[in-house]
């Protein structure tokens, strides 16, 4: 972990699974990266609206740490997912099929 990596985790967040499950569970982090999930980039203003109309200082808030986290970049078009970040979220689909299942029977 670097310096900048580790300025933008909670000092509490000392084990690598536990550092990215906080982050996870920051208000507005999923639902950034399920929005970004298909591979197109996208603005600010459309990422907001994606995001079921996000408060601007919320997403502007994760936008910053999963950017220094390296899971989202600024790209020519908009935001978009890093190689890093395609990978996250390929492996939160399986858990999201889980949830699916297991909503269903509830």
Partial sequence: MNAKT???L?????RP???L??????????????????????????????AGEMSPSVLNDRIK????????????LGYALTESGVELVKRL???NQWAD????EL
């Fill in 101 to 104: 299942h297991w909503f269903e």
């Fill in 65 to 76: 740490e999963l950017r220094a986290l390296n899971i989202v970049e600024l790209a020519e």
């Fill in 10 to 14: 909670p000092v509490t967040a000392r």
């Fill in 21 to 50: 499950l906080e982050q996870l569970g920051r208000k507005g982090t999923l639902r950034i990266l399920w929005e970004l999930r298909d591979g197109a980039p996208q603005s600010f203003r459309l990422l907001q609206t994606n």
């Fill in 93 to 95: 689909k399986p858990l």
């Fill in 6 to 8: 580790s300025d933008a």
């Fill in 17 to 19: 699974i536990m550092a």
